[in-house]
């Protein structure tokens, strides 16, 4: 059990430090995480994209040639458009 708590601790403080890392790196390094808070999002291009939303986040995180988009909202708007199910 001691050996789980210590590798959980590490794992907690190298997270930490990689996010902070991230967090204070200019936008044109090698690595950065940029994060953006959304009060409010209703414009014409994000109710056809499905992204309307009220108090969300927008995360970008950079990794050498890799980047990814993360967002998450507390209260959407809209719902993506589910696909129907041609195996049934």
Same mark, same amino acid.
Do not use: C, Y
């Given at each position: #059990?001691? /050996?789980?708590?210590? $590798? ?12 902070? /890392? ?5 936008? &044109? $390094?090698?690595?950065?995480?940029? /994060? ?6 209703? &414009? ?13 986040? &927008? #995360? &970008?995180?950079?990794?050498?040639? #890799?980047? #990814?988009? @993360? ?16 195996? @049934?």
């Amino acid at each position: #059990m001691r /050996v789980f708590r210590q $590798s959980l601790l590490v794992v907690v403080v190298v997270a930490t430090a990689f996010f902070a /890392v991230g967090l204070s790196a200019p936008p &044109d $390094s090698p690595f950065s995480i940029a /994060v953006q808070p959304i009060l409010w999002r209703v &414009d014409a291009a994000a109710l056809a994209e499905s992204r309307a939303s009220i108090l969300g986040l &927008d #995360m &970008d995180v950079k990794l050498g040639p #890799m980047h #990814m988009h @993360l967002s998450w909202s507390l209260l959407p708007l809209s719902t993506p458009p589910v696909s129907p199910n041609r195996d @049934l």
